[in-house]
């Protein structure tokens, strides 16, 4: 008796014992689960941040543009032929008049940007009364000097491995001990059109054309993306025809977007011959590839709601149509919201099918409608990055930094929309 009771309590505490032992086992599994998984979103974060930072750092000089000061002299005669650049030029001698050999006044002249002429016409004609009189003006300077006067060119190197020789580095540091150069903040890079000349570009242009893309894309695809959803979700029979539609959708999601491009080129330009680089052909190429999103998103938001909510109108006598316009439609707005906002953001990051349509040309003027030749943010970084201007190493940088802005601002408030709007049923 007694050594069965003796067997049964060491049995029991060996059964404890494991239990406590694989206890702690699980526990400890998941804690090094949770460790992982902190681990990888901090490693995520760093890498983001490493990556932001860095593209900061590269582009924060393009916010700033360097300016120098000139005392024109406008004459009348000068004024009637529109001969500013030649004012520009006789400004530019006037500041170290003992330069006469020719190809050193052609660098001389090379310290400010070649639009010089076009600022102080732009002067003249705000202020008509300068004519007949000697004016300082600030304009801005060259790429190359902008360049070095913000330390990016290190004047310790050889005058052979640098693009601002040892001549001009004595002018420009001549000009800052008079006063006559500073740096401010470039409002022109959010105000002005494409440039050829890095210190004249700006990102206007493209900020304008991806708002007409981004109304085409949403006039196109919110009507006909939530139209179909609504119809898929609740009215449409359950057969195969369906199912195939359903698979075909969600598998449209998944397609390239350069896809898309191949086709808006074969069908919009080839067949229909709508205009080539224009926001109306861009933001139906981009309404294409946004659909399935949209569509995918609003059948998730109906399915939140609640059969009760369909069944209580249909028992006071609502038709199917009205349950749905009435009562479903609005009760799913901030998911089918959500879904569209965040597939607005997708079709303002892509280039992709945007390149194949034509909207890659070197536009200067900004669009004044959906049928004028644009471009947009994703496409105006990508011909700067593959400009040979060092100058515009830092414009693409600042740009992918504003077009990071809308985006994040999109997605916040699509995160806004979720939160303030939706119900918990």
């Known amino acids: 008796m007694t050594d069965t009771s003796s067997n049964t309590a060491v049995s029991t505490q ?16 998941e804690r090094r689960f949770r460790l992982y998984g902190l681990a990888a979103i901090g490693a995520a974060v760093l890498i ?6 860095s593209i900061g750092i590269t582009g924060l000089p393009a916010f700033f543009q360097t300016y120098i000061k000139l005392d024109v002299t406008v004459d009348a005669a000068s004024a009637e032929k529109g001969s500013y650049r030649g004012l520009m030029f006789k400004s530019v001698y006037a500041l170290y008049p003992e ?18 002429g076009r600022e102080i016409k732009a002067a003249v004609l705000d202020d008509p009364s300068l ?6 003006i600030w304009v801005r300077s060259s790429d190359d000097v902008d360049i070095f006067v913000k330390g990016q060119m290190d004047r310790n190197l050889p005058e052979a491995d640098r693009r601002v020789k040892d001549n001009e580095v004595a002018w420009i540091d001549g000009l ?26 700006g990102i206007w242009g493209a900020v304008v054309g991806s708002f007409f893309t981004l109304c085409v894309t949403l006039a196109v695809s919110f009507p006909l993306g939530v139209l179909a959803a609504v119809y898929l ?16 959708i969600n598998n449209l999601a998944a397609v390239p977007s350069i896809v898309f491009g191949l086709l808006g080129l074969a069908m919009f330009l080839n067949f229909f011959g709508m205009p080539r680089s224009a926001p109306l052909v861009g ?11 949209i569509i995918i998103a609003t059948r998730a938001a109906l399915k939140a709601v609640p059969p009760s909510i369909r069944e209580a109108a249909l028992g006071v006598g609502a038709s199917e149509l009205q349950v749905v316009t009435h009562h479903v439609v609005p009760l799913a707005m901030p998911g089918i ?14 280039s992709a099918p945007l390149l194949m349509i034509g909207m890659v040309a070197f536009i200067v003027d900004v669009p004044q409608g959906i049928f004028d030749p644009s471009t947009v943010l994703p496409v105006q970084i990508y011909i700067w990055a593959d400009s040979p201007e060092r100058a515009f190493v830092a414009k693409t940088s600042a740009a992918i930094l504003v077009l990071l802005t809308f985006l994040v601002f999109m997605n916040a408030v699509a995160v806004m929309l979720r939160k303030r709007f939706e119900r918990r049923w």
């Open 337 to 350: 919201l959500t879904g569209t906002i965040i597939g607005m953001a997708q079709a303002l990051g892509e």
């Open 99 to 116: 330069v006469t050999d020719r190809r050193e006044k052609k660098k001389l002249r090379g310290i400010v940007s070649s639009g010089a």
């Open 48 to 53: 983001l941040a490493t990556l932001v930072t």
């Open 283 to 293: 933001g139906m190429v981009l309404a294409l590839m946004t659909l399935p999103t």
């Open 233 to 248: 979700e609740e009215f449409a029979p359950q057969n195969r025809w369906t199912d195939l539609i359903e698979v075909n």
């Open 131 to 136: 004519i007949g009189t000697t004016f300082s």
């Open 14 to 29: 060996g059964t404890w014992g494991e239990m406590s032992e694989r206890t702690r086992l699980r526990y400890a599994a």
């Open 176 to 201: 800052e001990e008079q006063g006559r150069v500073e740096t401010r903040f470039n409002f022109s890079f959010f105000s002005s059109g494409d440039s050829r000349e890095p210190e004249q570009a």
